[in-house]
């Protein structure tokens, strides 16, 4: 029976993307911090890790991201997108008049500052370790109500005081779910993959050719971040993200010349997007698996005497 490692405890948005999912059969095993669902992977421990990479409103989860970094390598095999929309739990009884300290974890609550204004005026906020970790809060008494995920009904015995809280309505987390590098999924069409990137040297102009590479192969950049090294300063590793499936002839060329071009490089996975929709990264003319195979015939045919 897989097992699927993610960040806990029970009761988070993790868990949610986790069961969104997993299939039946599956078991899941909550860890105490991304690093930690990651090891366990590594270890053989579990089967694969479901750890959050980024939020429309936080930005980037920089632990996800440096734990990544380093270590045995990990690729990502899909990922599950989840709308953050919260619930607020509480002792049962308690009416929203009597809540005066209201806990989460702070990007929790910074996502709620406007409904809270609105129907907890006079609630104090405290920081928590986690979404979940502030319903434990809750039962213990130390705190009156806790935002949540809205897993978090189904474990702990509070009364749902809302749901559906959010001050941004588009408001989204993607989560990654990775394992031991293997056999990638096969291409769908619309398609992302992940790299990690330290450019080969310090000089004007090196990111610039980094991206070219991409460009000149038609390739959209979706998304790119920058984490320091932490053992120099002013030393960083780039995460990007691109359309695209590394069996693709453009993607595969654009990443080996990459590697030409980098200090390290370090694949993260090719696996299907979580968005609806028709495909977003289709090959433009002159970047087609076709067109590849094209000219290394017309190539072949030239150094072998042949006219091209």
Not at 90 to 102: K, N
Not at 240 to 267: I, K, P, S, T, Y
Request: glycine share 8%.
């Amino acid at each position: 029976m897989p097992s699927i490692a993610y960040f806990g405890p029970q009761g988070t948005f993790t868990e949610q993307a986790a069961l969104a999912y997993a299939r039946p059969a599956d078991s899941l095993v909550p860890v105490a911090t991304v690093p930690l669902a990651l090891a366990a992977v590594r270890a053989g421990e579990a089967d694969l890790a479901c750890v959050p990479v980024e939020n429309s409103i936080e930005g980037a989860v920089s632990a996800t991201m440096d734990a990544l970094a380093v270590d045995a390598p990990l690729v990502a095999v899909a990922e599950v997108v989840l709308p953050v929309r919260f619930a607020v739990l509480v002792r049962p009884g308690l009416q929203a008049g009597d809540v005066r300290t209201v806990a989460s974890h702070p990007h929790a609550l910074a996502q709620v500052q406007g409904w809270l204004g609105d129907h907890l005026p006079l609630a104090t906020q405290a920081a928590a370790n986690s979404t979940a970790a502030a319903a434990v809060g809750v039962l213990d008494g130390e705190w009156d109500a806790a935002v949540t995920a809205p897993v978090a009904a189904t474990h702990y015995a509070l009364d749902t005081l809302a749901t559906g809280v959010a001050d941004a309505d588009g408001a989204m987390t993607r989560f990654l779910v990775l394992c031991r590098p293997g056999h990638l999924p096969a291409p769908t069409g619309s398609d992302r993959t992940s790299i990690v990137a330290v450019a080969a040297a310090e000089r004007t102009g090196v990111l610039a050719e980094m991206l070219t590479e991409l460009a000149l192969r038609g390739i959209n950049l979706s998304r790119i971040e920058s984490r320091p090294q932490k053992d120099r300063l002013g030393q960083y590793r780039f995460y990007l993200d691109l359309d695209g499936h590394v069996a693709e002839q453009r993607v595969g060329d654009a990443l080996a010349a990459l590697h030409r071009r980098c200090l390290q490089l370090r694949f993260l996975g090719s696996y299907p997007k979580a968005e609806p929709g028709p495909p977003a990264d289709t090959a433009s003319a002159g970047h087609t698996d076709a067109d590849y195979a094209a000219a290394a015939e017309w190539l072949t045919a030239v150094l072998g005497g042949t006219t091209g």
